[in-house]
């Protein structure tokens, strides 16, 4: 691991001045469990870390219930960026409003990761692909030519590959689910904050100067807005086994239901793309219909239409349909005929 100065402001305001204007040079530590891996691994090796542990406030606390309602604006839950990932799953209001968050937060790592991984870095971590995370290997995000996914071993990589240089998989299992539930998130650099769309967060990088979202490199997540809509809202995961894992594919929705027919339908998937993946024809699949075991399946099918696997991943393409259709009759509190 290359030698670095350790830095521990008490604000954000401090930590931002300490960012610079480049990738590579300063990496942000919270909960340490993806920027230690790649240092070990020699992908990250900055000269500065820039810790945000040293700072007290909103970054980290839960601040639910109706921010916003008080001055005439949408009520809104608000969620500070450096909550950890079991506070998350564990919290009985956010359990309530937003299962598809909680159930997508308590099956992150095991306990020792949820109890040390945060919200932001949930959101803005690095992918996990194999050639990327090999040192040896001069891939297209290290400054070379070539995704070595695209010929080579790829059964865990995109099956949403169209017009994409680099074919990973975006890691973020919380992502889906905010996109689904219309979250934003509130941005602080240089200037003032910004608040910026979940859905247009994400990027699919295709050099070693971008990372896996649009913000700057002096820019830092300080937290996430979710809109209370009363949306039903679930995740469904299928994974490889059910231990420490990260998801073979993920299916997040919402939709509001009344006399059993979905409207305001959001569906996202997760594992399967660059960046996670808006189903637009699906959503369009169940909008204003009942919600059965029928449509549902109908609505799967169409998450998956569009889908171009690589030469090792078209199992993939199954596991979406069922994946969306498990999801949406969860959401829709219907029974669950796979754990009959």
């Known amino acids: 691991m290359k030698n670095f100065t350790y830095y521990r402001p008490g604000s954000v305001k401090e930590a931002v001045g300490l960012l610079g204007d ?31 542990n040293g700072i007290t406030g909103d970054m980290f606390l839960w601040q639910g219930g109706k921010a916003g309602a008080k001055d005439g604006g949408e009520a809104s ?25 909680t159930t997508a937060a ?6 020792q990761i949820r109890n040390m991984g945060t919200l932001g870095g949930n959101l803005c971590q690095r992918n996990r692909c194999w050639y990327f995370r090999d ?52 941005v602080s650099g240089p200037k003032e904050k910004r608040g910026l769309e979940l859905a247009k967060f994400f990027h699919a990088p295709t050099s070693a100067s971008e990372r896996e979202h649009v913000l700057a490199p002096n820019e830092i997540v300080v937290a996430v807005t979710i809109p209370d809509k ?31 027919k979905a409207s305001d339908v959001r569906i996202v998937l997760g594992h399967v793309a660059p960046t996670p993946h808006i189903a637009t024809a699906a959503a369009k699949a169940l909008e ?16 998956a239409k569009d889908a171009k696997p690589l030469s090792q991943n078209a199992y993939k393409v199954k596991l979406v349909e069922v994946a969306v259709k498990r999801a949406v009759l969860t959401a829709a509190g219907l029974p669950k005929y796979w754990e009959a």
Not at 24 to 32: D, R, Y
Not at 157 to 178: D, E, N, R, Y
Not at 231 to 260: I, T
Not at 288 to 303: D, F, L, N, P, R
């Open 106 to 111: 308590g099956l992150i790592g095991g306990p």
């Open 22 to 52: 480049k990738w590579g040079s300063v990496e942000l530590l919270a909960g340490g469990t993806d920027l230690h891996d790649l240092q070990k691994e020699y992908v990250a090796q900055p000269e500065k870390v820039v810790s945000l």
């Open 77 to 101: 839950t608000v969620i500070g960026a450096g909550l950890k990932l079991a506070a998350i799953a564990e919290n009985k209001d956010l359990q309530a409003a937003f299962p598809a968050l």
């Open 288 to 303: 204003g219909k009942e919600v059965s075991e029928a449509t549902a399946t109908e609505t799967g099918k169409a998450a």
């Open 135 to 186: 040192e040896h290997v001069n891939c297209l995000l290290k400054g070379g030519d070539k995704c070595f996914a695209l010929d080579g071993e790829n059964q865990y990589h995109a099956i949403f590959t169209q017009g994409h240089k680099c074919v990973i998989v975006h890691p973020s299992t919380l992502a889906p689910v905010l996109i689904a539930l219309g979250a934003s998130a509130v």
């Open 230 to 260: 009363a949306l039903k809202n679930a995740s469904y995961e299928v994974r490889h086994k059910q231990s420490y894992d990260w998801p073979l594919v993920q299916a997040a929705v919402a939709f509001k239901l009344s006399g059993g």
